[in-house]
């Protein structure tokens, strides 16, 4: 193992070792802060993955693919809300679950986009009779 990457190690070891104000939420047995802080913990994970996501919105024949991953900020909307509201009894953070509900919206408007059809052109016939006189 190279110098630096010994260095790297030794750093984040010690950074997930020393005491955090995190940590304090779940001490005494406080459920709302272990709820709080598992709310926090996977936001910070899915809403950069759902960012990266929108790499899908380039091309016309990935977007589908992209309404296809709103289900990912959609299923965070409704673990945040149990987790803020419910089991965390913070109702002054309803911004989490909001933002997550946005965000699955945005994707799965952005995934649908280009995917209507255009209406067919008016096409002429080509006999002497118009409008055409029915029989065979």
């Known amino acids: 193992m190279n110098t630096l990457a010994r260095r790297s190690l030794l750093l984040l070891t010690s950074l997930s070792l020393t005491a955090a104000p995190a940590q304090a939420l779940i001490a005494e047995g406080n459920d709302e802060g272990a709820a709080l802080l598992a709310a926090m913990f996977f936001s910070f994970v899915t809403v950069p993955i759902s960012f990266l996501?929108?790499?899908?919105?380039?091309?016309?024949?990935?977007?589908?693919?992209?309404?296809?991953?709103a289900g990912l900020p959609g299923l965070m909307t409704v673990l945040t809300a149990y987790w803020v509201l419910i089991a965390g009894g913070r109702p002054d953070m309803i911004w989490l679950p909001m933002f997550h509900a946005a965000l699955a919206a945005i994707m799965f408007w952005v995934g649908g986009l280009g995917q209507t059809q255009a209406a067919p052109a008016m096409t002429g016939q080509s006999g002497t009779e118009y409008p055409p006189q029915g029989g065979v």
């Open 53 to 69: 996501l929108f790499l899908f919105a380039i091309s016309a024949t990935t977007r589908p693919t992209l309404r296809l991953f």
